[in-house]
């Protein structure tokens, strides 16, 4: 692979050496190569990221949570254990605590919407309001709906934003385009129409609201929204075809269809699909945070009460593991989780910003579940990961007995970010992190 | 047209907005203020604790019983249309419209994950959001249709091709412009005439010119661009009603609601070429849809699945899952041979056309015994009596580990009674599950659950669902019968049904006591009717609901007379006014 070029700071791939140096299984870290060579000393100061991390069904045991966090050891100085956090619960638990995970109660926007919206009204803002990702899970059950399980991100007046759980079209869609074999031109080309024809659809609805009722209109402006949130999200990459700053994801495209068959299984993809969407996922997310094509990124490693048959422990992880109190499964996996969470931090730990601070350290990463214990379905004392320096404005490494609730921290992280939000908790709840 | 009289003003709450959409229901317990006991009545002002919100969600608020003289298109409240939302197409529909039409079936695996809402279905607005993701995926979803259109059907089968490469520039955008508007006609399911001055198709055309927005591109190009965007465009995705003042439907509308609920897909030609503004041509038309010859039609078996998967959760059987260590009878053969069973025994009720089938009442009441031997070893010969016996019900109703009192009791409530008892408030729920929690777990369920009804504001609505929950406790949660429960103790079954004087001592005697519910064959037209129009029906259309029922035949109504008053009715033939 060679780099072509450089754009704004950024080393930009060109399309076709993209895949062909596409071939490996993704490899932790990817990027480093390029990284190093962006390791300028007095560059500007990086802008503060915010990202939350979800895992499932909770934990084994309280007393045993401080155990299962080896994983986190390559990053022991950059995150910290907040104790006695509390968030809302509800039946059914597994449902209410996804839906109260990133809001706090069971209707309003999350966090993350609502930092996003506080942040691109500033004048030095990225492109990408906010990615919603996750690995490919879903869960349905009855009495609850499959969007109370699956989702973290809600705007006001309850629409949900779905995770996009196909990490390799969530890459095309910010990098590449929509046709990665095509030349610049024809990729620049490509973007132009699909910008008309998004034009198009936008006149025509505007021409067809005209004959609606005011309740019909509502249903329209929501469809208006989105189409010209994906218009802007073209106008925002630019037409250049590939905006690719840093490097590609090796093997990325190739795991389209391994992607797919994970989704197509509704919740009971191998562990093999798991780690590989995890991995991928993780990359994308460092790769958009590095580039700054976005500063909010909320990520599920599963669904809420996930059936994942997670490490091939034999079972389905909520019901087999969870409530039938495996424990010494219950811990590997959760082990596996925080390992998975410790290889992401690595990879921004790995990342070196433009003033020759790390990624991690102007990033945080909440991390957390939709209840506490898995066969107790608590919402007290949840495990809490806080991660990343936010550019100082954090003291990472310690264990913290914060107290609290969710929504306090939530408050107290828009505060730090110079982004507050309304309709949260109460910042001044949140002390030493 | 037949006035319905205003409804009463005892209103029952709308649910929170957020909690309808996606339709989580309280397993927890109830703020409520009780009317006469039963599970229905005013829930008003604080103590509600979430208010519905205004916004998208069109479906809540108070609006939505559709019964607001002073709203909107105010003339359909006389005729008791109610207001009908704007709804997406749902990904299944969405589907099968392009399979039926254009032939080519649309790859959907990589579509964002449909909510559902509290009614169990899948096509009311309020659920079917449309996000960025959603509008990223239907527009590569657009790109693959129009290129497998390209190299598919080359010799115009289905969209009437002509030559565009004549050469003669103006020969060539004659023919292309004829083709977006037979394309456009075909996805708007209507006539463009019909548009009443506001046909689309002007702006689609547009985009053909030299001068237009892809003008820099060959002909070909340009035509495909359009056609694209007429199949990510509004016209198409979303469900345009038209209507006159009153809000009565118009033809192509009405076309269009009778075949999307029969066979989840846009209406073939025949069926937009008929006027189905009067009885009989609706009459006419349902048949038509739903019979061929002695059997179905083939586009008619989505709704003979689809319709009974989310009235009763049916769809939930194959993601049920059981630890094999504590139901060894639970094998995937008898987790398949349960859904048979009772898609069999609906089908009974359904028929054919002209057949004689059984009143509503039946489907508490009758038994059909499968000769399914992996049925059989599952209930060994344990007495059964309709739905509320069959394992399939059962098993959706139960926890993974265990029978839920609480959720068969809710399930009764909203899917045969029409009675959905409302969301906790968040600040309440929290407490009252950690009372029950709280309760020794190796109790009986009967005493189990006594601790949420020992909180009158909890007890009305959960005596219902306890009673009627506890009423089903001799049978486990992959429907198996049992005279202990887990804990070796006898079951005590016995209860009197809320909101009547009937005493029962069997789950088989709940389903007699049930069978002559009248609120069965009301909740049953309900059910159709909110499937058919996506919206919710609350206290607001009792009069409405009232008059389909007799119309059906009252305690002798069938699932066909049901299905054709619902259809006849006005919330069915008219909706908001969209002329403004």
């Not at chain 1, 079972?315 to 109190?325: K, Q, T």
């Not at chain 2, 009069?543 to 299905?563: H, K, M, P, R």
């Amino acid at each position: 692979m060679k780099a072509v070029r450089i754009q704004n700071g950024c080393y930009r791939s060109s399309r076709r050496a993209f895949l062909g140096g596409a071939s490996a299984l993704i490899a932790l870290p990817a990027f480093e190569a390029l990284d190093a060579k962006l390791a300028v000393a007095a560059g500007p100061t990086p802008p503060l990221r915010f990202v939350s991390w979800f895992f499932p069904c909770g934990i084994p045991r309280e007393e045993s949570w401080p155990r299962l966090l080896g994983g986190l050891d390559p990053v022991q100085a950059k995150y910290s254990r907040l104790v006695g956090m509390s968030n809302i619960g509800g039946g059914p638990d597994h449902a209410k605590g996804v839906r109260s995970y990133l809001t706090g109660n069971h209707e309003g926007p999350s966090f993350d919407q609502v930092l996003g919206d506080e942040l691109a009204k500033q004048a030095d803002k990225a492109p990408i309001h906010s990615l919603q990702l996750g690995v490919p899970d879903s869960r349905c059950e009855p009495g609850a709906s499959c969007d109370f399980m699956n989702n973290v991100t809600w705007r006001s007046g309850g629409v949900v934003l779905p995770k996009q759980m196909r990490p390799d079209l969530a890459f095309n869609d910010l990098f590449q385009g929509l046709d990665p074999m095509a030349s610049d031109a024809a990729a620049t080309e490509r973007a132009a129409l699909q910008k008309s024809v998004l034009d198009l659809v936008l006149e025509d609805s505007q021409n067809l609201s005209k004959i609606l009722s005011a309740r019909d209109r509502l249903k329209l402006d929501e469809y208006m929204a989105s189409i010209r949130a994906a218009e802007q999200r073209i106008t925002a990459l630019g037409t250049g075809g590939g905006v690719a700053c840093g490097s590609p994801i090796p093997g990325l495209a190739e795991q389209g269809n391994l992607f797919k068959a994970a989704i197509d299984s509704k919740g009971r993809c191998s562990p093999e699909q798991l780690e590989a969407a995890c991995d991928a996922n993780a990359q994308l997310m460092a790769l958009a945070l590095k580039c700054d094509l976005t500063r909010v990124i909320s990520f599920m490693a599963g669904s809420g009460g996930s059936g994942q048959q997670i490490l091939g422990t034999g079972d389905d992880y909520h019901l087999g593991i969870g409530h039938a109190e495996k424990l010494p499964e219950f811990e590997q996996v959760v082990k596996w989780e925080m390992k998975k969470l410790g290889e992401f931090l690595s990879l921004l730990e790995g990342t070196v910003e433009a003033d020759g601070s790390t990624l991690l350290d102007n990033v945080v990463v909440f991390s957390s579940s939709e209840i506490c214990e898995g066969n107790r379905h608590n919402h007290d004392n949840m495990p809490v990961i806080l991660a990343g320096g936010l550019g100082g404005k954090l003291r990472p490494g310690n264990t913290v007995d914060v107290g609290g609730k969710f929504v306090d921290l939530f408050a107290y992280l828009g505060e730090q970010m110079g982004a507050p939000v309304s309709g949260f908790g109460n910042a001044a709840n949140i002390k030493g992190v | 047209m037949k006035r319905i009289p205003q409804p009463s003003k005892r209103r029952r709450r709308s649910p929170s907005l957020t909690w309808a959409r996606a339709g989580i229901r309280a397993l927890g317990c109830l703020a409520f203020v009780s009317l006469g006991g039963a599970c229905t009545g005013v829930i008003d002002g604080p103590a509600g604790g979430d208010a519905p919100q205004g916004g998208l969600g069109a479906g809540a608020g108070p609006a939505a019983g559709g019964a607001d003289p002073k709203a909107p298109g105010g003339q359909i409240a006389a005729i008791g249309a109610g207001s009908v939302p704007l709804r997406r197409l749902n990904f299944a529909e969405y589907q099968a419209t392009i399979q039926d039409w254009l032939g080519i079936s649309v790859d959907i695996s990589d579509f964002p994950v449909e909510g559902m809402s509290n009614t169990g279905f899948d096509t009311l607005s309020a659920v079917l959001a449309i996000s960025q993701l959603h509008v990223e995926a239907l527009e590569r979803a657009a790109t693959a249709v129009i290129d497998t259109l390209f190299t598919q059907d080359p010799g115009g089968v289905r969209v009437k091709w002509c030559s565009y490469a004549s050469g003669d520039q103006s020969k060539d955008e004659a023919c292309v412009a004829q083709i977006v508007a037979t394309f456009a006609e075909q996805a708007w399911r209507r006539p463009h005439a019909s548009w009443a001055g506001n046909d689309g198709l002007p702006t689609y055309q547009s985009g053909l010119t030299a001068k237009g927005r892809f003008g820099a591109h060959p002909l070909e190009v340009r035509l495909k661009q359009v056609l694209k965007s007429i199949l990510l465009g509004p016209r198409f995705l979303l469900r345009v009603e038209l209507s006159d003042a009153e809000g009565r439907l118009d033809a192509p509308s009405m076309a269009s609601r009778l075949s999307y609920m029969l066979w989840s897909s846009a209406p073939d030609a025949p069926g937009l070429n008929r006027n189905l503004l009067g009885a009989d041509a609706l009459r006419a038309e349902l048949a038509r849809l739903q019979f061929s010859g002695s059997g179905y039609q083939a586009k008619y078996q989505r709704f003979l699945e689809r319709f009974p998967d989310q009235w009763l959760e049916l769809g939930h059987v194959p993601l049920l899952r059981r630890n094999p260590d504590q139901f060894p009878k639970f094998t995937p053969a008898v987790q398949k041979a349960i859904r048979l069973e009772t898609g069999t025994f609906l089908r009974g009720f359904i028929g054919v056309q002209g057949a004689q089938t059984p009143p509503l009442r039946g489907l508490l009441s009758l038994d059909s015994p499968s000769a399914d031997p992996a049925l059989q070893e599952l209930y060994a010969g344990s007495p059964r009596s309709g739905l509320l016996t069959q394992a399939s019900i059962l098993a959706v109703t139960s926890l993974d580990t265990r029978t839920s009192a609480v959720r068969r009791g809710k399930w009764v409530m909203e899917r045969l009674l029409c009675e959905a008892p409302p969301p906790p408030p968040a600040a309440l729920s929290e407490v009252i599950s950690n009372k029950v929690e709280a309760a020794d777990q190796s109790a009986p369920e009967r005493e189990r659950l006594a601790a949420h009804r020992s909180d009158p504001q909890c007890n009305a609505c959960h005596q219902t669902m306890d009673i009627i929950g506890i009423g089903l406790e001799e049978y486990d949660a992959i429907g198996a019968y049992r005279s202990l429960d887990k804990a070796g103790r006898d079951i005590d079954p016995s209860g009197i049904l809320p909101g009547t004087t009937q005493p029962f001592g069997s789950a088989l005697e709940l389903a007699s006591v049930l069978a002559l519910d009248p609120r069965v064959p009301r909740c049953m037209a309900q059910q159709l009717l909110t499937y058919g129009t996506g919206r919710e029906y609350t206290e607001a259309d009792a009069a409405l609901l009232d008059s389909i029922v007799a119309t059906a035949g009252g305690a002798e109504a069938t699932f066909q007379s049901t299905l054709e008053a619902v259809i006849l009715s006005p919330a069915f033939r008219a909706r908001e006014g969209s002329m403004q």
